[in-house]
């Protein structure tokens, strides 16, 4: 079965620290891959995609993530973290071609230290 | 812009009570998904409807039932609820133009609280 795992479902940064959210995938095909945000009491946001082509995916809040086939990762990072970073982050994959259901993660909740 | 509208946004039942909880997709959208997510959870798929008909079925229990109306609009239609229903209910939504690599939408969510 197609799965997603985020390693640590909390993560602590200090305001202006990098940001480093890790996510693995088990997937037989290649996968198209996201990151969506959740801000407490709100809807999912999604961040970045990445379908095909290049694997260095540039998303909104200044996000980032690379896909990385050798290691099956979709790590999401940020150069700097700000205090509105603190939220849920979920990974979902879309596991195959002949379909569109999102498979999420358990999530990662991230808390953003002043 | 217009964004996945879903209604109501809170909704307390009694075990063994009905509930429908509605989705307006984003205008011109055509696809709409359906997906619950547990206490401390992850969202789970429910179900899709493109163009009105289902397109997948997840982990839905026979107790739910779906549709998607001429207008797009879906509702999901829970009966004999459990405990274990409580949970917060996202719908999606999306324009089916290049395949599933079209963006899901999401709503704010219903949060259904069974009693």
């Known amino acids: 079965a197609q799965s997603v795992t985020q390693l640590g479902s909390h993560v602590s940064v200090s305001e202006g620290a990098l940001v480093l959210l890790r996510c693995n995938y088990s997937s037989s095909v290649p996968p198209y891959l996201f990151w969506y945000v959740q801000y407490p009491n709100q809807g999912l946001q999604l961040l970045l995609k990445?379908?095909?082509?290049?694997?260095l995916v540039k998303g909104i809040n200044g996000f980032e993530a690379e896909f990385k086939k050798s290691e099956t990762s979709f790590h999401l990072t940020k150069p700097s973290a700000h205090m509105s970073d603190a939220a849920e982050y979920f990974c979902?994959?879309?596991?195959?071609?002949?379909?569109?259901?999102?498979?999420f993660g358990t999530g990662t909740r991230l808390q953003v230290f002043p | 812009a217009a964004g996945v509208i879903q209604s109501p946004r809170h909704l307390i039942k009694e075990k063994r009570e009905t509930a429908t909880l509605k989705c307006y997709p984003i205008p011109r959208h055509d696809t709409v998904y359906w997906y619950q997510q547990g206490p401390g959870q992850d969202p789970q798929f429910l179900i899709s409807f493109y163009e009105k008909m289902q397109s997948d079925k997840g982990s839905i229990p026979d107790r739910f039932s779906a549709q998607q109306f001429s207008d797009y609009h879906s509702e999901l239609n829970m009966s004999s609820l459990e405990l274990g229903d409580s949970a917060l209910y996202f719908c999606?939504?999306?324009?089916?133009?290049?395949?599933?690599?079209?963006?899901?939408?999401f709503g704010p969510g219903t949060r259904l609280t069974v009693l």
């Open positions: 990445y379908t095909t082509g290049a694997t």
């Open positions: 979902a994959v879309i596991p195959s071609y002949n379909t569109d259901k999102l498979i």
């Open positions: 999606a939504s999306s324009l089916k133009a290049g395949g599933p690599t079209d963006t899901q939408y």
